[in-house]
C-alpha cells in the first residue's frame, strides 16, 4: 500500500481542480464519519446510515480522483447520491437542516463542471422547495430562498472564473507561445502516457524528430525576427500535415518532436519524407532555404523515454552527418544493436512540383522498397520469419 501511494505521489502530476476535489473529498470524510458513530451512538440509525452512505461516496470520489481524472459520470452520479441524502435528512429532520444546503451545494461546484453543477443545484433548490413549502412563513421564504439562490449564482460565478483561469494557465505551461504548438513539458508528459499505453496494448508509435538544417544562418543573414517568423511558419505548416491522433511539440531551440501513433517503422518514412519534402516546397520557408532534417525510431517494449528519444536523437545525427535534408530511420534488434535505414535517393535529386502524379507515386514506391528492404535484413538478423513483415 505504501509503495501504491509512494508511486502515485511521485509520478502523478495532478490538475488543480483535482487538488481540490481530494482536499474537499478529505476534510468532509474527517466531519462525516465521527457524525455517522454519534448518531449510531444515540441510536438514531436512520441518520446514522445515511451519514455512513455519504461518507462512502466521498471516500469513492476521493479514490477514484487519486486514480485517475476520468470520472465524469462517476462524480455526477456520487453528487446526486450525496444531495439526496441530505435531501433525506431535510425531509425527516425538518427545517433546522437546510443549512446543509449551503455546504452541499458548494461541494458541488468543487466536484462538477459550472454548468453540471448549477443544472443539480437548480433542481436542489427546487425539491427543498417542495419539502418545505408547507412549513415555511412568508418571512422565512424571503430569507432563505434569496440566499440559497445567491449561494447558487455565486458558486457558478466563481466556477467559471476559475474554469477560465485554469485553462490559461493550461496554455501558459503546456504550450510554446512562438510557435503555437506544446511545448518540452507537455512532451515530456506526453510520452510516459505513451510508454503507460504501449505496455498494455502494444499499438505501435514513432517517434519523429525534426531539426532545421543551418538555422543559425538564417538568424545570422535576415535576423532573430525572420529567424522567429522561420520556426513559426514552420511549426505551423507541420501542424496541418499531421493527423489528428498525432502530436508535434518545440522541444527547443529550431528542434521539434512528432509523436505518431499507430505508426509502424517500415510506413514512417514515407510520412516523414512528406513531411521533409513539404517544407523544402513551402514558399515562405523556401525563399530562406530552409530544409529539415528527421530522425525516426518505433517504440519497443523494454524502451523507457530515455532510450527511445535516444534512438531517435542518433537517427536525426547521422541523418545530418550524411548531408542533411534527409530523413533517416533508427530500428534496434535484439541485441541492442541500432542499424540506421536511409533512403538509396540522393540528397540532392529534386523532388517533382507534383507535376506529375506517376513520378510521384514512382518516387514513392522507390522510397518504400528501399526501407522494407533494410527493414528485411535486420528482422533476418533476429531469425524472423518473412511472413511476419508487414
Not at 436512520?46 to 476521493?62: K, Y
Not at 505551461?173 to 503507460?196: H, M
Not at 491522433?245 to 517500415?266: M, P, Q, S, W
Not at 523544402?280 to 517504440?299: C, D, F, H, Q, R
Request: hydrophobic residues 40%; contains cysteine; proline residues 2%.
Amino acid at each position: 500500500m505504501l509503495k501504491f501511494l509512494n508511486n502515485n505521489i511521485h509520478t502523478k502530476k495532478r490538475s488543480l481542480r483535482d487538488q481540490l476535489i481530494l482536499f474537499a473529498c478529505g476534510i468532509s470524510c474527517v466531519f462525516m464519519f465521527p457524525f455517522s458513530i454519534y448518531r449510531l451512538l444515540i441510536e438514531d440509525y436512520s441518520i446514522a446510515a445515511i451519514d455512513f452512505l455519504i461518507g462512502v461516496g466521498l471516500v469513492t470520489i476521493f479514490i477514484q480522483t487519486w486514480r485517475s481524472s476520468e470520472l465524469k459520470y462517476l462524480n455526477t452520479i456520487a453528487v446526486t447520491s450525496f444531495m439526496m441524502g441530505v435531501l433525506w435528512v431535510m425531509q425527516t429532520r425538518g427545517l433546522s437542516m437546510i443549512f446543509w444546503a449551503f455546504p452541499t451545494m458548494g461541494f458541488t461546484y468543487f466536484v462538477l463542471r459550472s454548468r453540471e453543477a448549477i443544472l443539480l443545484n437548480t433542481l436542489f433548490i427546487l425539491v427543498i422547495t417542495y419539502i418545505f413549502f408547507a412549513v415555511l412563513t412568508k418571512n422565512q421564504a424571503l430569507s432563505i430562498y434569496p440566499s440559497l439562490i445567491l449561494a447558487c449564482l455565486f458558486g457558478y460565478g466563481f466556477s467559471l472564473c476559475s474554469e477560465s483561469q485554469n485553462k490559461k494557465q493550461l496554455k501558459l505551461v503546456s504550450e510554446d507561445t512562438l510557435t503555437e504548438v506544446k511545448n518540452r513539458r507537455s512532451f515530456d508528459d506526453k510520452i510516459e502516457e505513451v510508454l503507460e499505453q504501449n505496455k498494455r496494448t502494444a499499438m505501435p508509435v514513432c517517434l519523429l524528430l525534426l531539426d532545421l538544417d543551418f538555422f543559425k544562418k538564417i538568424n545570422d543573414n535576415y535576423g532573430h525576427k525572420q529567424g522567429d517568423k522561420v520556426l513559426f511558419d514552420f511549426a505551423q505548416r507541420v501542424k496541418l500535415m499531421i493527423r489528428n491522433t498525432d502530436y508535434i511539440y518545440r522541444f527547443g531551440g529550431e528542434e521539434f518532436v512528432i509523436i505518431a501513433t499507430n505508426l509502424k517503422l517500415e510506413n514512417a518514412f514515407s510520412f516523414a519524407d512528406s513531411i521533409r519534402e513539404t517544407v523544402e516546397l513551402t514558399p515562405s520557408l523556401a525563399k530562406y532555404n530552409v530544409t529539415v532534417s528527421i530522425g525516426v525510431s518505433e517504440i519497443n517494449k523494454a524502451d523507457d523515454a530515455d532510450s527511445w528519444f535516444r534512438r531517435t536523437d542518433l537517427a536525426l545525427y547521422e541523418a545530418k552527418s550524411q548531408g542533411r535534408n534527409r530523413v533517416c530511420l533508427a530500428a534496434q534488434n535484439e541485441s541492442g544493436d541500432v542499424h540506421f535505414i536511409q533512403s538509396n535517393l540522393n540528397k540532392d535529386v529534386k523532388y517533382p512540383s507534383r507535376k506529375s502524379a506517376d513520378a510521384e507515386c514512382n518516387i514513392n514506391k522507390e522510397q518504400q522498397m528501399s526501407v522494407h528492404n533494410n527493414l528485411e535484413k535486420i528482422k533476418k538478423e533476429k531469425n524472423l520469419d518473412n511472413s511476419t513483415i508487414s
